[in-house]
């Protein structure tokens, strides 16, 4: 069964540092791996995907890494402003095809707050 | 990307009474999936819904306690029925999108008393 971790639970940092949150799976036979951030109050909003068969994506001031092999995945957050604060959640993506590989598993997400 | 509205977006719900869920999708998709985010959990899976076809459940989760309608390819419907506190949670409605992107609702949060 797929456990999905990720350190920290919360952080709290100045405002323009950079940053850097981890994710951590049990299973590397994953699909894909995605990143998203969680406002309070409000639903998910996708980040970043990385397949499986890459190691990196970049958006912006975001860059997401992976590494299949060790079950790794890093979000890096450069220059961090006050409304980087949310939740952030990664999620493995078992398989394709089958509706049971499609759904996500979800790790307990780093609690981000920048401050000003 | 894909647009997902989801209703109520809030509600505040009496012990015993039943709720229904609506998801809508601007587009045609085969899958929908239906998550459950209890207060400072995160999101665990419920069901997945298939046009044409009864939804799969998830462990622990049974069609009784959580009935789902798939009428068409842009509709969806999750019931929460005889609710207790315990249900009190943010109910999630997710599609697959372009790029094998998985996209969510902004969600519907529940209240039982």
């Known amino acids: 069964k797929q456990e999905v971790t990720q350190i920290p639970a919360a952080l709290s940092v100045p405002e323009g540092e950079n940053l850097v949150l981890n994710c951590s799976f049990t299973d590397s036979a994953i699909y894909n791996l995605q990143w998203f951030r969680q406002d309070p109050g409000k639903g998910l909003t996708s980040l970043l995907l990385i397949q499986s068969s890459q190691r990196e994506q970049t958006s912006g001031r975001l860059n997401a890494s992976l590494d299949k092999s060790s079950g790794r995945s890093t979000l890096y957050i450069a220059a961090s402003q006050p409304g980087d604060s949310a939740t952030y959640l990664c999620?493995?993506?078992?398989?394709?095809?089958?509706?049971?590989?499609?759904?996500?598993?979800f790790g307990q997400g780093t609690r981000l707050t920048i401050n000003p | 990307s894909a647009v997902i509205s989801q209703k109520p977006s809030r509600d505040i719900c009496q012990r015993g009474t039943s709720l229904t869920i609506q998801c809508q999708v601007d587009s045609q998709v085969t899958m929908m999936f239906w998550y459950r985010q209890q207060p400072g959990q995160s999101l665990t899976l419920i069901a997945t819904?298939?046009?044409?076809?009864?939804?799969?459940?998830e462990s622990g989760f049974v069609i009784d306690k959580f009935p789902i309608s798939r009428p068409n390819l842009t509709f969806s419907t999750l019931t929460v029925s005889n609710m207790s506190p315990e249900d009190s949670s943010i109910y999630l409605c997710?599609?697959?999108?372009?790029?094998?992107?998985?996209?969510f609702g902004e969600g519907s949060w529940l209240t039982v008393v």
């Open positions: 819904a298939n046009q044409g076809s009864e939804a799969t459940y």
């Open positions: 999620a493995v993506r078992q398989g394709r095809g089958h509706q049971g590989a499609q759904k996500l598993v």
């Open positions: 997710s599609v697959g999108g372009p790029g094998n992107t998985i996209y």
